[in-house]
């Protein structure tokens, strides 16, 4: 398995309050995403990076920053969390693409289930 | 723009039966595909995925799926399900050459019978 870790694996905020989820990897991957799983929706692309402090928004960034300041570590916040961001978010990390030129698959962590009341 | 489409999103087979999932998808450019499963409380995991070449792919656990342009597919199939093989599965397509960001579908729920 690759060496993928996510805390907290589960938590239970209150509307309005700052959220932080962490996302660590030992692969030293260059790439690093979140997303956030809702039934009916699949996996969802909140905020990618591609390098240390290089990042950018995915398809439902709104609500959420992130920030990689080491090639380990990409956090997810959620500056003031809502119910509707209640979900189940996963960290995946991709590698360099090979000499080959073929595309590196995405490996996905354990996921952090959150709950906003 | 690059998207995804499982049709049925619960599918049940008997045990020993054939597993067809289906996946179609949209891409502006020649696309990279991917099949994952997701069991109960876990992360995804990856089954296969095509790429370049051969387009009737092997992946994990006896899956295959073969890449058909003409059709823009990319369905997965197993001979003989197996009671392990009850979990959720997503398609996903990346575009060649983009900057790695995978588009899934909602997902497909399988259910196994005995």
């Known amino acids: 398995d690759a060496g993928i870790t996510q805390s907290p694996r589960h938590k239970v905020t209150e509307t309005g309050t700052p959220v932080t989820l962490r996302c660590h990897q030992t692969e030293n991957h260059r790439y690093m995403y979140w997303y956030r799983q809702d039934p009916g929706h699949g996996l969802r692309l909140i905020h990618y990076?591609?390098?240390?402090?290089?990042?950018d928004k995915g398809e439902v960034s709104d609500g959420y920053s992130v920030s990689r300041s080491k090639t380990e570590d990409f956090l997810l916040t959620l500056e003031s969390a809502t119910s509707s961001q209640t979900s189940v978010y996963f960290c995946a990390i991709s590698g360099e693409v090979s000499g080959s030129g073929v595309y590196n698959e995405q490996f996905f962590g354990p996921g952090t289930r959150l709950t906003v009341l | 723009a690059q998207s995804v489409t499982q049709l049925g999103s619960h599918v049940s087979v008997s045990e020993g039966a054939l597993v067809l999932l289906r996946c179609n998808y949209s891409?502006?450019?020649?696309?990279?595909l991917f099949w994952y499963v997701q069991y109960p409380n876990q992360g995804l995991q990856l089954l296969l995925k095509?790429?370049?070449?051969?387009?009737l792919v092997k992946g994990i656990n006896g899956f295959e799926a073969e890449f058909k342009k003409s059709e823009t597919s990319f369905h997965l199939t197993k001979p003989s399900a197996h009671m392990s093989d009850a979990a959720e599965y997503f398609c996903?397509?990346?575009?060649?050459?983009?900057?790695?960001?995978?588009?899934f579908g909602s997902g497909t729920q399988l259910t196994v019978l005995p």
């Open positions: 095509y790429t370049t070449g051969a387009t």
């Open positions: 891409s502006s450019v020649p696309p990279y």
């Open positions: 990076s591609y390098g240390v402090k290089d990042t």
């Open positions: 996903a397509v990346s575009e060649s050459g983009s900057a790695r960001q995978l588009t």
